[in-house]
């Protein structure tokens, strides 16, 4: 992608997150999915109660969340759960709107929303966090079986990882459908069963490291409760 391009889907997506807070984008958000719970894709507030009642969050645990964006879901959970969130979004303008919320719902204590791009090595240590959610922003991550391990690996013993994939592909595209479906920046199309056997493998990786380390060192061992998340 070309750097004038790039400036460009940058600011389209700063210009969003930058007008998140106003009356407009509110109306906007509660017309499409029924309740403003300060989303930035499809996510509804029944499917996030639905995520909340496996993640098996409370006060005491911390969630990491994947291109949190304005960061409106991550905070509703930390209310709801009474657990601490960490949200991490490439874009300045989402970091900085989700850490402006998190301080007017006197979240900011067990709220941080540091600018980190996702795509590479994760700034936290091993075992970290005790679930991980991705929502609707996996699609923009070109090397998924190293997205996936690496959150494997900040996940605790018996740590939760939930991510939902918003193009799945099940059917044929045209190219023009493609083209306007990707014209926001970067999207991996993948068929269907993809991410399933993505996580399986990633799975069977974990199962050979521990088995090598066991026969090293006597220990618990890393059992991560993994779900791809597809709506009906």
Same mark, same amino acid.
């Given at each position: 992608?070309?750097?004038? @391009? #790039? ?22 958000? !509660? ?8 989303? @930035? ?38 209310? @709801?759960?009474?657990? #601490? ?5 490439? !874009? ?47 699609? !923009? ?68 490291? @521990?088995?090598? !380390? ?19």
């Amino acid at each position: 992608m070309g750097k004038s @391009n #790039s400036l460009r889907l940058a600011g389209h997506y700063n210009a969003n997150y930058g007008n998140f807070q106003t009356e407009l984008y509110a109306q906007i958000r !509660h017309e499409a999915f029924g309740e403003d719970i300060g989303q @930035n894709s499809r996510l509804t507030s029944a499917e996030q109660g639905r995520f909340l009642e496996w993640l098996d969050l409370s006060p005491g645990k911390t969630l990491l969340d994947v291109a949190c964006g304005a960061g409106g879901p991550a905070l509703r959970i930390a209310a @709801n759960t009474g657990c #601490s969130v960490m949200g991490i979004d490439v !874009h300045e303008q989402a970091v900085t709107t989700a850490s402006s919320l998190a301080g007017q719902r006197g979240l900011a204590e067990r709220a941080e929303f540091p600018s980190t791009g996702a795509t590479g090595p994760l700034p936290f240590s091993d075992a970290s966090f005790d679930a991980i959610t991705c929502i609707e922003a996996i699609d !923009h991550f070109s090397d998924r079986s190293r997205i996936v391990s690496e959150w494997i690996r900040l996940l605790k013993p018996s740590g939760r990882l939930l991510f939902t994939d918003p193009i799945t592909v099940t059917g044929p595209l045209t190219n023009v459908e493609i083209a306007t479906r990707s014209s926001a920046g970067f999207y991996l199309f993948v068929p269907h069963g993809y991410d399933r056997r993505v996580i399986a493998d990633c799975i069977a990786g974990l199962r050979r490291r @521990n088995c090598e !380390h066991g026969q090293r060192r006597r220990g618990a061992t890393l059992r991560p409760r993994i779900e791809k998340y597809r709506p009906s």
